[in-house]
């Protein structure tokens, strides 16, 4: 089945680098990152790995954890580690969970259910190159899937997770390449009257559906 924004993420246990993994639990009451890739000792996800082992930092601020999977075994992830700190700069800071069954990769639909299984290769898992963010409430807030020839934007991730706590927080919406610190967008299911209240410093109507305001603290 489809997982589509406003499902509730499947849960799933499994083995990971910092070992058994229970997903809904491990999240507790955090915002959790899902990000999967084809196969083991792969380039562009060897760069990625170590881009969000670099960015993990601006993730725990945002109360926010992130993991990583692979259609290989934990013991494989261990040595891949290895060349990802070498080459990248940083140490994988993050469980990566081991889905050699596609356990996950099946659950979350990132997986052609006709992919071939034994000895895989990358090209036959190219669907499974996607980011899922997830709130505290277990629903799923957002999707992203890539090609396996481009790599991830996990700036735009982090600028995504933003635009999603704004609103769960204030109930407002980010307008085109919006980032923090930018006027934010007042929905339409908001009144004028209602939006007076709510912003007495006042707000820009550009069109009776486009009203903008600062962003709120």
């Not at 261990?78 to 080459?87: L, N, V």
Request: proline content about 7%; aromatic content about 8%.
């Amino acid at each position: 089945m489809a997982i589509r924004i406003g499902d509730e993420a499947p849960d799933f246990t499994v083995e990971s680098t910092e070992g058994t993994l229970n997903f809904h639990e491990w999240i507790g009451d955090k915002w959790a990152i899902l990000f999967s890739h084809p196969k083991d000792f792969t380039p562009v996800c060897t760069t990625e790995l170590g881009y969000m082992a670099g960015l993990k930092p601006e993730f725990d601020k945002r109360n926010t954890k992130i993991v990583g999977l692979s259609v290989d075994p934990v013991s494989n992830h261990q040595s891949w580690a290895k060349d990802i700190e070498e080459t990248q700069g940083h140490a994988v800071n993050y469980p990566m969970i081991g889905d050699e069954n596609l356990v996950v990769a099946k659950l979350y639909d990132m997986i052609h259910p006709n992919a071939s299984g034994g000895a895989r290769t990358a090209v036959d898992n190219a669907t499974v190159r996607s980011v899922f963010i997830i709130g505290p409430d277990k629903k799923v807030k957002a999707m992203l899937i890539y090609p396996m020839s481009a790599g991830r934007n996990f700036d735009e991730v982090l600028r995504l997770l933003d635009s999603l706590q704004l609103n769960a927080k204030h109930t407002v919406a980010t307008p085109v390449n919006w980032r923090p610190g930018d006027d934010v967008i007042i929905p339409t299911s908001v009144s004028d009257e209602d939006a007076r209240k709510k912003y007495p410093e006042g707000f820009k109507t550009v069109k009776p559906y486009l009203r903008t305001v600062a962003q709120p603290k």
